[in-house]
């Protein structure tokens, strides 16, 4: 099943919500953050990480929910304040893409999409109330657990609720409503086309491009962070003390239960693993000692200006081709998502054809084009 995520779990259940070391590499979908990038201290923001309100000033108190009427489905009314909290998830995604001269200009165009968001899930919220859809509270529960899980702990979950200005009624409110017109759209596009296989074979000629995949490595590592201040003493009781912890890998103690317990990186809880990537994304020391290794490989001691590290590479991947029939899986799914799309766009125009959509004064769709999202690109190399 296709899942349709709205308002909040735009958010959510997308993953933007990343907790790592450092920016996740754009585009990536299956491996953890990196955490010793090339672009920046280990704790440069995330571009995904949420933030409530749309002005830059997160220190400013929040202003009051405005309950007037933004505008009416059907005699259903939006407010404002529910416009501003969907504008707010919305800058949340594209605030690192908008350049500073053009930030005004691209609040104006987010909240006229958030409304047109809202009418559009209102217009299937109460399409699925006429077909009488109803949602399994168990499997609402499990939705539910799925988006907590994807937080190291309960704290962090709630600080990102919090930080979205949402409880947690309200998130699970809206796992609800998403599967209610997942059940609606599913019901709709039961007949939905599936792509053969020649719609398959000429996606990956004309995307052959797409389908080339860089050398990269997967590794882990166990940092011991220095600060500037540390004096020579400071740092050579740190590198001594990576230099027990290599001694203990040396007679075979596993890496990622030293990692968990001695890493200064957050990765720790993953037992140090970086994940998959390509050359060039680390800072130099750390990339250049990476892509000599071969799998099962641990590096001696690393020096870079985040501190010491103990690197162990776990894959390495020469830069090729990635065949059709390893691919085809992603195409598919890739296509089928793309088909869906056009679909529910279709199901939308057909249901704001019979629908009553009133905005207030002041509401009314900018003329100016909301950019659309950045298209989703071809899969991913494995």
């Known amino acids: 099943m296709n899942r349709v995520p709205t308002g909040l779990l735009i958010i959510l259940v997308s993953g933007l919500v990343v907790f790592g070391c450092s920016k996740r590499e754009q585009g990536s979908t299956a491996e953890p953050a990196p955490s010793v990038t090339a672009a920046g201290p280990a704790d440069a923001p995330d571009p995904g990480t949420p933030s409530a309100p749309v002005s830059e000033d997160s220190s400013a108190p929040a202003p009051a929910p405005d309950n007037s009427m933004a505008a009416s489905v059907n005699g259903k009314e939006i407010t404002r304040s529910d416009v501003d909290r969907a504008t707010a998830v ?68 709630r600080k990102a609720l919090t930080t979205m200005g949402v409880s947690d009624q309200d998130l699970r409110s809206e796992v609800r409503d998403n599967l209610k017109v997942e059940k609606l759209l599913d019901k709709d596009m039961a007949g939905l086309k599936k792509p053969g296989g020649e ?41 001594q003390k990576l230099s027990g912890l290599q001694g203990q890998v040396k007679q075979k103690a596993d890496f990622a239960q030293l990692a968990r317990e001695n890493s200064d990186c957050p990765s720790k809880s993953q037992g140090g693993d970086l994940g998959y990537f390509e050359r060039g994304k680390m800072v130099k020391a750390f990339d250049e000692v990476a892509f000599q290794m071969k799998p099962g490989e641990v590096s001696d001691i690393v020096e870079t200006e985040f501190g010491y590290h103990l690197i162990k590479v776990d894959d390495h991947q020469q830069a090729g081709t990635i065949p059709l029939e390893e691919a085809r899986g992603d195409i598919t799914s ?49």
């Not at 398959?200 to 490595?217: I, N, T």
């Not at 679909?343 to 003329?367: D, F, T």
């Open 334 to 382: 890739f296509l089928e998502q793309q088909n869906r799309q056009k679909a529910m766009e279709s199901y939308l125009q057909k249901l704001r054809g019979a629908a009553k959509v009133e905005y207030a004064a002041g509401m009314q769709p900018a003329p100016m084009p909301m950019p659309p999202p950045a298209s989703m690109p071809p899969p991913a190399a494995p």
């Open 199 to 239: 719609e398959v074979d000429a996606f990956y000629r004309e995307h052959s491009r797409d389908f080339q995949k860089p050398e990269r490595v997967r590794a882990s590592h166990i940092l011991i962070s220095t600060a500037p201040d540390d004096t020579a003493e400071v740092k050579a009781q740190k590198r």
């Open 90 to 157: 919305l800058f949340s995604q594209y605030r690192d893409r908008i350049p500073p001269e053009r930030m005004e200009q691209a609040k104006v165009m987010l909240r006229n999409q958030a409304l047109e968001n809202l009418i559009n899930k209102n217009l299937l919220m109460q399409e699925a109330d006429r077909e009488g859809i109803q949602v399994d509270q168990q499997a609402a529960d499990t939705d539910f657990k799925k988006i907590s899980d994807r937080f190291p702990n309960p704290e962090e979950f």
